[in-house]
T-cell receptor, first 118, second 114 residues
Framework: DGGITQSPKYLFRKEGQNVTLSCEQN?????MYWYRQDPGQGLRLIYY???????QKGDIAEGYSVSREKKESFPLTVTSAQKNPTAFYLC?????????????????FGAGSRLTVL | GESVGLHLPTLSVQEGDNSIINCAYS??????FIWYKQESGKGPQFIID?????DKRQGQRVTVLLNKTVKHLSLQIAATQPGDSAVYFC?????????????FGTGTQLKVEL
């Protein structure tokens, strides 16, 4: 089965600690994304990567870091500089669809990781 | 039943009724739209999409309508079932010099009553 796997599903962090969320995809997608979801708000883009060894800041990149050493993997590190890290984090990927008329922007999402700061 | 707006309203419908979920998008230059369904504690799932040169697109039990004049998108679910209970949100995509930009709405909570 092709898809996106995020781990861990639940993570607890003490203040001042860095934590890394894993995202792996076997869809052969070029682009990968990290979003943050808070109650009552739309998804907000943290970082995205359109190709291996390249990534760009999204709208709320401060306090986060990423790497893209392999096509399949796009880990997100939540650093101690992120002042309000408690949230639901979603990883997504996208690639060229069979139906080019509908574009390459259909994101496939992982199941999410819920981070709680104690 | 119907809902309006980009906040997180709740739409309650009886099982078997039709549901209409609305989305007011922000940018008239957006040329592609997607509806996602998100069940509690899970990631969003693709439901249906539509390009800006279309007014209507149908899937299995779902129909998306696009009114570009008033920048309004709706998702119609026929014969709503308990498994349809979830948060539904729209996404608009527009082309920019730096690539495609996706903007997500905040969603509507659909509750199906037995």
């Amino acid at each position: 089965d092709g898809g996106i796997t995020q781990s861990p599903k639940y993570l607890f962090r003490k203040e001042g600690q860095n934590v890394t969320l894993s995202c792996e995809q076997n869809l052969n997608h070029d682009a990968m994304y990290w979003y943050r979801q808070d109650p009552g708000q739309g998804l907000r883009l943290i970082y995205y990567s359109q190709i291996v060894n390249d990534f760009q800041k999204g709208d709320i990149a401060e306090g986060y870091s990423v790497s893209r050493e392999k096509k399949e993997s796009f880990p997100l590190t939540v650093t101690s500089a992120q002042k309000n890290p408690t949230a639901f984090y979603l990883c997504a990927s996208s690639g060229i669809t069979r139906d080019r008329a509908m574009g390459a922007n259909v994101l496939t999402f992982g199941a999410g990781s819920r981070l709680t700061v104690l | 039943g119907e809902s309006v707006g980009l906040h997180l309203p709740t739409l309650s419908v009886q099982e078997g009724d039709n549901s209409i979920i609305n989305c007011a998008y922000s940018n008239s230059a957006s040329d592609y739209f997607i509806w996602y369904k998100q069940e509690s504690g899970k990631g969003p799932q693709f439901i249906i999409d539509i390009r800006s040169n279309m007014d209507k697109r149908q899937g299995q039990r779902v129909t998306v309508l696009l009114n570009k004049t008033v920048k309004h998108l709706s998702l119609q679910i026929a014969a709503t079932q308990p498994g349809d209970s979830a948060v539904y949100f729209c996404a608009e995509i527009r082309s920019t010099g730096g690539g495609n930009k996706l903007t997500f709405g905040t969603g509507t909570q659909l509750k199906v009553e037995l």
